[in-house]
């Protein structure tokens, strides 16, 4: 469903002149497959999720979602995909019927389709009793349910997701949780970043962990246990980084 | 461009606006109310300083050197005199609205009018007193004559009689034209410039911008659903300013037009002409809002970058109020003046059609221009992205 080829994605700085945010990233996330991207900051992990979203252009190598090239045709891809971020805000002025619809109606939905994918999202994610309350006035559980609503509004096949948990309580991130999982029981390919190191455990299939804008390791959690000799998926990462835990200079 | 896609944006960004209280104060309250309101002081303030003025200038001074005759000829004409030996200190100490001394100058008598020319009193005193006082000199040259034997008609070989052939119609039009067109285009920035830091700098604020940019809506899509509801604000604005204009002339008096109560300039199709003439200022004004905003981080950045915009405005707003200067082939391409001008010409009912269409051609071709340079920045990953 989504195959990145050697992406490469170089920003020019004034201070840090030309600065590789991706540096040849490849990997291939399936169908029914909850696919991980790990690493530190400034990894280049959110550039990477960008570039598959087209919302930042490669500067070299392509990628290409459910088979169309998001070179060639970004506004086919963008119809394939449903986009979230921790910290991506939402229509506060609108309400979140509003905000689907308008969502839906950007997917080209309209009429009887329209109205029976809102009852089925609104109903399926418990929004109907403050689908009409702006936005603003809800709480962050209720946001939290708006903003994965409008991921799925167009039901895409794939999914890439920011940190989606990031900045949310425990049940608010068990909802992401759940929603990943039945989303990759309907067969989508669920592409996600997280820093959290139980929650990509828990859910991916497999894991591509990412620093200084390369792949520097990829598989199963079994493979990356072997590869690393570790357990624990935190402990892994760290191997994988070259950084050990306990070390001297080491992440806490 | 899908014109649906930019449609389903339109329809979103002006539902935004309307339940933003910033932009409806921008947009409605301030062209509704704050003209009549700031009319209606002006109005009442300038109707008290002519009451003022009117009731201060009767109170003058003489010298009495200048005899008892001229203080009762002054007298009968309706000033109060007061006695001064210094006039013009009198009137520099703002004693007396006006004063009169004698000297002799050349071996003749010589009269001199103090006034402080900026007294409103003082200078109506000043010229009352003269008009006085050349009455008297003629009442004197004639009294002369008389025993001369020569006919007093020498002093009248021909009269003169001054006549305006403009209409009523045309002199309101030209007072309120020139008012109007430049307050009404300046209004039209400032009630774009809210919704356009909203939907610009405002959503990269809010972070919604991300959600929109991973939607099926294209780059120029979402432009022009911005730039129109920008546009949409901008016409909004500028047909309530019109409006609450025309009814403060109307009802409000300012001193310069006695009563324009039957003055009624807003009829169909000069309410028509001016929507047309204005129209592509909504649009320029909505992409070069949009345009610039795009750059701002956030709202308060964005109103800070909007301002010299505004100043820009105002240049070849106020210098199409001017009088005397005319749309010429030339200055029909100059963009705020020629629609200053063209607005001012239709109210006065000179319009020309030939510079009307080239003035909201121009017009048009600078939306156009601004509305590609808005979608050229919103394509650029560096001015999205600023962090």
């Known amino acids: 469903m989504i195959q990145a080829d050697y992406l490469a994605k170089h920003f020019k700085d004034r201070k840090r002149g030309t600065f590789k945010a991706l540096d040849g990233v490849s990997f291939e996330a399936r169908a029914g497959e909850v696919f991980g991207l790990l690493g530190p900051n400034g990894a280049g992990k959110t550039t990477t999720l960008r570039v598959l979203a087209t919302v930042l252009k490669p500067t070299g190598g392509t990628a290409r979602i459910g088979g169309v090239d998001i070179l060639r045709d970004p506004g086919r891809v963008r119809r394939q995909i449903g986009f979230t971020s921790g910290d991506m805000g939402q229509y506060g002025r609108l309400t979140p019927l509003e905000a689907l619809s308008f969502f839906a109606r950007l997917n080209g939905l309209e009429g009887k389709s329209l109205r029976s994918r809102l009852d089925d999202v609104i109903g399926r994610f418990g929004i109907a009793s403050y689908a009409n309350t702006k936005i603003d006035k809800l709480s962050t559980g209720m946001k939290q349910k708006v903003a994965i609503a409008r991921t799925v509004i167009h039901d895409p096949p794939v999914l890439i997701l920011d940190e989606p948990s990031s900045g949310l309580d425990v049940p608010a991130s068990r909802l992401i949780e759940e929603f990943i999982l039945s989303a990759k029981q309907t067969g989508k390919c669920i592409l996600f970043s997280t820093h959290i190191m139980e929650e990509a455990e828990y859910l991916c299939d497999r894991i591509a962990v990412v620093n200084r804008g390369r792949v520097t390791a990829m598989g199963t959690m079994d493979e990356l246990r072997s590869l690393t000799g570790k357990q624990r998926l935190r402990e892994v990462f760290l191997a994988l980084l070259g950084i050990e835990e306990n070390a001297p200079g080491a992440v806490a | ?387």
């Open chain 2, 1 to 387: 461009m899908s014109a649906k896609i930019a449609s389903v944006i339109y329809r979103k960004e002006m539902l935004e606006l309307l339940r933003d209280r910033r932009t409806l104060i921008s947009m409605v309250l301030v062209p509704l109310f704050a003209l009549p309101i700031l009319f209606g002081v002006m109005s009442l303030v300038l109707e008290w300083q002519q009451k003022e003025a009117e009731r201060d200038s009767y109170i003058v001074a003489v010298n009495p050197a200048c005899g008892k005759m001229m203080e009762t000829v002054l007298a009968a004409a309706g000033f109060r005199i007061k006695p001064a030996a210094q006039a013009r200190r009198a009137v520099e100490s703002k004693a007396v609205a006006a004063a009169l001394d004698v000297t002799v100058a050349n071996g003749s008598k010589q009269y001199v009018v103090y006034s402080d020319r900026t007294r409103p009193s003082s200078s109506i005193a000043g010229e009352r007193m003269s008009v006085t006082l050349a009455a008297m000199k003629e009442v004197s040259v004639r009294q002369s004559l008389r025993g001369t034997g020569i006919s007093e008609q020498v002093l009248t070989p021909f009269t003169v009689r001054a006549v305006n052939v403009a209409s009523e119609r045309k002199m309101n039009g030209l007072l309120l034209g020139s008012s109007l067109a430049y307050l009404v285009v300046l209004l039209m920035f400032t009630g774009a410039m809210y919704p356009a830091v909203d939907t610009a700098a405002g959503e990269k604020e809010r972070r919604t911008l991300e959600a929109l940019l991973c939607s099926p809506a294209g780059r120029d899509e979402i432009v022009l659903g911005k730039v129109l509801a920008c546009a949409t604000a901008s016409l909004l604005t500028a047909v309530l300013a019109m409006a609450s204009l025309v009814y403060s002339y109307r009802y409000m008096r300012f001193g310069i037009v006695p009563d324009a109560t039957n003055f009624n300039p807003l009829d169909p199709r000069t309410f028509s002409l001016i929507l047309l003439s204005v129209a592509p200022i909504s649009v320029l004004a909505g992409s070069l809002m949009v345009a610039v905003s795009l750059f701002a981080k956030s709202y308060k950045e964005g109103q800070s970058y909007l301002t010299p915009l505004l100043m820009a405005v105002l240049f070849p707003a106020v210098l199409g109020t001017l009088p005397g200067l005319e749309l010429t082939p030339a200055l029909a391409l100059v963009p705020i003046f020629n629609v200053c001008q063209i607005v001012k010409e239709i109210f006065v009912g000179t319009f020309s059609p030939a510079a009307f269409a080239t003035a909201c051609a121009a017009n048009l071709t600078y939306a156009t221009l601004a509305f590609l340079a808005a979608t050229r920045i919103f394509r650029s990953e560096g001015v999205l992205f600023r962090v």
